[in-house]
Structures are given as structure tokens and as C-alpha cells.
């Protein structure tokens, strides 16, 4: 039983949901990076190079051994550093665009923080602290003055 109560507190704080919204964002995000890489970057990439296909790329360290009827009696043994190389650029545009959203985030967490600026809300915790943190300033200069007399 207490599981359960402990499963409820967790669905209803929302934690629960911020995982599956967090979950839901990142694969539609795959999704966006995925085409971003293969169909917009790796194209001209591929022109410069005289139209050869990164994902096609290998070090064929073995051929393949076909006997006189065409079959395949040892398969080619490859390193496909092609795919390496766009799954690397895919983490690379990920790890950027992961980047610029955070830092996006934090500049506008930051403002959304600054008490002192008067365009944005200051959210009431924040005001409370900065109140109380002014608060305890004079208080603090008006125990210096009486002890100073």
C-alpha cells in the first residue's frame, strides 16, 4: 500500500508528466535532427565530395569470396567509418542545438530571477527573498548606527 501512496505523489507532483512531456519533446526532436542532418547538411557535404554518400563510406578490411556458382562463401569484413561519421554529425548538431536552447533557457530564467527588473513578473519566491534580503540590510545598518551612539 504505501508503494502505491508513493506512486501517487509522485504522478500528481508532476513529475511523472515533466518525464513523459521531456520523453515525448526529445523523439520529436530526434526526429527534426535526423532529417536536419541527412537530408539538409550531409547533401551539399556530399557535393563538395563529388556526390559520395558518407553513410556508403568503409575500410574493407576482407573482400567477399563468391565460389564459380555466385554464391557468397565468406562475407566482406568492413569498418563503415561512413555511418560513424554521420551518426557523430548528428550528435555534434544535437549537442549545439541542445546548447543554444539552454543557454536560451537560462537568459530567460535569469531575467524571469532579476528582481530588480520591472518588465517581467518577478515570480512571488523570489520577490519574498528580495524583500526579506532588504529587509535584513536596514536592520543591519540601523544596528550599526545604535551601536556606533
Known amino acids: ?3 502505491l501512496k508513493e506512486f ?10 515533466d518525464m513523459a512531456i521531456g520523453i515525448i519533446i526529445g523523439a520529436a526532436f530526434n526526429k ?4 536536419l542532418a541527412k537530408q539538409v ?17 568503409k575500410l574493407v578490411l576482407r573482400d567477399a569470396i563468391v565460389d564459380a556458382s555466385g554464391a557468397i562463401t565468406t562475407t566482406e569484413v568492413a569498418v563503415a567509418y561512413g555511418k560513424l561519421s554521420e551518426v557523430f ?10 546548447f ?20 517581467v513578473a518577478t515570480p512571488k519566491d523570489i520577490q519574498l527573498l528580495s524583500d526579506l534580503k532588504d ?12 551601536s556606533n551612539q
Open 89 to 98: 554529425l548528428d550528435f555534434l548538431i544535437i549537442g549545439f542545438s541542445v
Open 41 to 57: 547538411i550531409l547533401p551539399p557535404l556530399s557535393l563538395l565530395t563529388d556526390s559520395v554518400s558518407f553513410s556508403d563510406k
Open 1 to 3: 500500500m504505501k508503494l
Open 135 to 146: 529587509l535584513m540590510e536596514e536592520q543591519n545598518k540601523m544596528l550599526k548606527a545604535n
Open 8 to 17: 501517487k505523489e509522485f504522478a500528481v507532483k508532476g513529475n511523472m508528466m
Open 32 to 35: 527534426v535532427i535526423d532529417v
Open 100 to 119: 543554444i536552447i539552454v543557454k536560451f533557457m537560462n537568459r530567460l530564467r535569469n531575467k524571469a530571477q532579476d528582481a530588480s527588473d520591472e518588465t
